[in-house]
């Protein structure tokens, strides 16, 4: 194991921080842990539609809309085309791993340092 100073790791914890922005500004939004609830929830394997969500978080069309584009940019959400009809889902591969990566460097040095 390659042993890191104190600095070091807070160098680490401070670029994670940076990686993680737009991941921790997406989903600190109350709205957005809705919709990303009910993505999480649902059983379709294909994702789910916009009037899906809309249904589901009483939120309007275009507020739905918003969100899921802040999501989209953060590297939260995907979305799939089938023809004119896009399907939003939740990828295993999410940027979400930005945060465990962040918490995991923090615990680390909290471990060794306090």
């Given at each position: 194991m390659?042993?890191?100073t104190?600095q070091?790791q807070?160098?680490t914890?401070?670029?994670?921080?940076?990686?993680?922005?737009?991941?921790?500004?997406?989903?600190?939004?109350?709205?957005?842990?809705?919709i990303?609830?009910v993505?999480?929830a649902?059983?379709?394997?294909?994702?789910?539609?916009?009037?899906?969500?809309?249904?589901?978080t009483?939120l309007?069309?275009?507020?739905?809309?918003?969100?899921?584009k802040?999501?989209?940019d953060?590297?939260?959400?995907?979305?799939?085309?089938?023809?004119?009809?896009?399907f939003?889902?939740?990828?295993?591969?999410t940027?979400?791993g930005?945060?465990?990566?962040?918490?995991?460097?923090?615990e680390?040095?909290?471990?060794?340092?306090?």
């Amino acid at each position: 194991m390659i042993y890191m100073t104190k600095q070091d790791q807070l160098h680490t914890i401070k670029e994670n921080f940076i990686n993680c922005q737009k991941v921790l500004l997406a989903i600190g939004d109350e709205t957005r842990q809705s919709i990303l609830l009910v993505l999480m929830a649902t059983d379709c394997q294909t994702g789910l539609r916009v009037g899906e969500i809309t249904e589901q978080t009483h939120l309007s069309r275009p507020a739905v809309s918003h969100h899921l584009k802040i999501l989209r940019d953060a590297g939260v959400i995907l979305m799939r085309k089938e023809g004119t009809k896009n399907f939003y889902y939740i990828d295993i591969r999410t940027k979400l791993g930005l945060l465990k990566t962040l918490v995991t460097n923090i615990e680390t040095l909290l471990k060794e340092f306090y």
